[in-house]
């Protein structure tokens, strides 16, 4: 009897100790680092007003309970208006070639989970040859893949400047249509590829600066959303909601046995099914659409949803784009499917849906 009782009163101290623990946290922090040219990079003084998109995502992130840490090679040039996570590889004037050349030193002393790349605006100010950027973008990746063969790529299809002229003959269009190509014939399970639209529904008028070049602070903004949606709605980060538990106080020890409490052994876990607001007001876009996709298969927005809101709907396959589509229109090729050991995605940010 004695015997009994004493493993009665070290099961309840365990079970104490477990339940005591105070707050515990779902995900530990997940290394972003956000890279490119200025458009990543932002004003080129302290003091500027524009912070890039970074400022934006960061605080849409930082607010909703997401766990992240910006990664990169430098912090500069640490604007002094705004407080956030100030480390990124966004430099001025890099074009694909640029990157590609320098991306190794750069990725010295860190090693991301996930990249969202933005490049490819200086190749289309200088004319670069189209198989020339095609080719730097290949090294980039596998450069940050080498670095870490599971990392998440986001890249971006870069938006509109403000002189269409320049769009068209200069080749962003057609850049932006090649990085889907590219996408498809590269992404991996164990390294996935996201194409991230930045391009359609671009307001040049308002989301540019006076360059035509740059984002003004409500393309910052837009480019911030668009982001956010795109990790969130694939899943590459989930919340980290603390669980705090009440403490146990402890009872009169029984003299007779009797069967311990059971202890649950996992926490119940916790997922946001939408995008956190941000404080600065949002522009909605003008275009709506409700397909969505994802994977080999289709996907279908619930009403009210984002991101964890999707349901099957029937087997993907592979999208034949509309070559010279300023907006990224594209055809369904239904004779071929998508082997579903490669999943491509696509995120169109102004209907929530996939492609």
């Known amino acids: 009897m004695k015997l009994n009782v004493f493993f009665l ?8 100790s477990a339940v005591a623990v105070g707050t515990e946290h779902v995900d530990a922090s997940i290394k972003i680092c956000p890279m490119g040219d200025s458009i990543t990079r932002g004003g080129m003084e302290p003091d500027s007003a524009y912070p890039s998109y970074r400022y934006q995502l960061w605080t849409m992130l930082h607010n909703g309970g997401y766990d992240i840490d910006f990664v990169g090679s430098t912090s500069e040039p640490n604007f002094l208006r705004f407080t956030f996570d100030q480390d990124h590889d966004g430099h001025s004037g890099y074009t694909t070639e640029k990157l ?21 605006t200086n190749d289309v100010l200088q004319q670069v040859p189209m198989s020339d950027r095609m080719r730097s973008m290949d090294r980039i990746v596998q450069s940050i893949r080498q670095k870490n063969p599971n990392v998440k790529i986001l890249i971006a299809q870069i938006s509109p400047t403000g002189d269409t002229f ?3 003959y200069a080749e962003l269009n057609k850049f932006n249509q090649e990085l889907l190509s590219y996408a498809q014939r590269v992404t991996s399970t164990a390294s996935p590829i996201v194409i991230v639209d930045m391009n359609t529904a671009w307001s040049t008028d308002l989301f540019n600066q006076e360059d035509g070049i740059h984002p003004s602070t409500e393309g910052e903004m837009h480019l911030a959303q668009r982001w956010a949606n795109a990790l969130i709605s694939t899943g590459m980060i989930r919340p980290s909601v603390p669980v705090t538990v009440p403490t146990v106080q402890p009872t ?24 956190p607001i941000p404080t ?5 876009p003008t275009e709506v659409s409700s ?7 289709y996907w279908g927005a619930r009403s009210g949803t984002s991101g ?11 999208p034949v784009v509309t070559t010279g589509s300023p907006r990224g229109s594209s055809s369904w090729n239904t004779d071929q499917g998508t082997p579903s050991s490669r999943p491509f995605q696509r995120w169109y940010p102004t209907s929530d849906r996939w492609s």
């Not at 991306?103 to 790349?117: A, E, H, K, S, W």
């Not at 600065?280 to 909605?284: E, L």
């Open 9 to 16: 009163v070290c099961a309840m101290v365990v079970c104490f």
């Open 308 to 318: 964890s809101g999707f349901f099957s709907t029937g087997t993907r396959v592979l």
């Open 166 to 168: 320049r769009n068209e």
């Open 280 to 284: 600065n007001p949002q522009v909605t």
């Open 291 to 297: 397909r969505s996709g994802f994977g080999t298969r």
């Open 252 to 275: 009169v020890i029984p003299t007779t046995i009797v069967q311990p409490s059971v202890v649950p052994t996992a926490f119940p876990t916790y997922q946001v099914t939408t995008v």
């Open 100 to 120: 590609a050349d320098d991306i190794d030193r750069l990725m010295m002393n860190y090693t991301p989970d996930i990249v969202l790349l933005y490049i490819g």
